[in-house]
């Protein structure tokens, strides 16, 4: 099973920023954080990820909570093409490495 | 680089029919993952495969099998076909295996139909 939670599903307005959360309570000391989207029928692409501090790239910032217990994905200026599916994922160094093991994901529409 | 390429991206075939589907990952990516994506069952991981062995895999049946090249292309099997088989098939790559913090790479999928 996952072991993140996230809401089905958000609306966010075109321009504005997306926040996606994600709940991994259980997440240990040695997992990472790992978010992907799907647009319909493609594969899922990669977004960011992340173990403890925060980062940032071209397309999002991840922020872990100090206790790791949780993270959101900011989409800081959501266009159309951003409406997907967004998965959160938590991945274990020792564990089965090449298992990602996905969850129902956050359904984001953005909206003109 | 060019990204994951799988083949072909689109299938119809029968039941009891086998088919065999083709992955490459990107260059000089070693590790390759199949993952199956049906809309009742979401994505679920199929195998790994790492210099040609196969490292790790999920709850399938034995009817689902894959190997991988010395050139580390991948290819999926699945023999006697089942309507339930109709899915998206994705193949992922990444650098090294066995490591979390190793971003894997999916390409854009196959899709078949079971007839």
């Known amino acids: 099973d996952a072991k993140t939670t996230q809401p089905p599903s958000m609306d966010c307005a075109e321009g504005r920023a997306a926040n996606l959360p994600c709940n991994h309570s259980?997440?240990?000391?040695?997992?990472?954080v790992y978010w992907y989207r799907q647009i319909h029928s493609q594969g899922p692409q990669y977004i960011i990820h992340?173990?403890?501090n925060n980062e940032t790239n071209e397309m999002a910032s991840l922020i872990i909570t100090e206790d790791r217990k949780s993270s959101t994905l900011i989409l800081p200026h959501a266009t159309l093409r951003d409406t997907a599916v967004y998965y959160c994922?938590?991945?274990?160094?020792?564990?089965?490495?090449?298992?990602?093991?996905f969850g129902k994901g956050t359904k984001l529409s953005v909206k003109p | 680089k060019a990204g994951v390429t799988q083949t072909p991206r689109y299938l119809i075939k029968t039941r009891g029919q086998q088919v065999t589907l083709s992955c490459s990952p990107i260059?000089?990516?070693?590790?390759v993952s199949w993952y199956q994506q049906t809309p009742g069952q979401g994505l679920q991981f199929l195998f790994e495969?790492?210099?040609?062995?196969?490292?790790n895999k999920g709850n399938f049946p034995g009817r689902f099998s894959g190997r991988q090249f010395s050139n580390s292309r991948s290819e999926m099997n699945v023999s006697t076909l089942e309507l339930g088989d109709s899915a998206l098939y994705l193949c992922?790559?990444?650098?090294?295996?066995?490591?979390?913090?190793?971003?894997?790479?999916f390409g854009p999928g196959t899709r078949l139909t079971v007839l």
């Open positions: 992922a790559s990444s650098s090294i295996q066995g490591r979390a913090g190793t971003v894997r790479f």
């Open positions: 259980t997440i240990s000391g040695n997992e990472y």
């Open positions: 992340g173990l403890k």
């Open positions: 994922i938590v991945v274990n160094y020792g564990g089965s490495q090449g298992n990602l093991i």
């Open positions: 260059s000089g990516h070693r590790s």
């Open positions: 495969y790492f210099s040609e062995t196969q490292r």
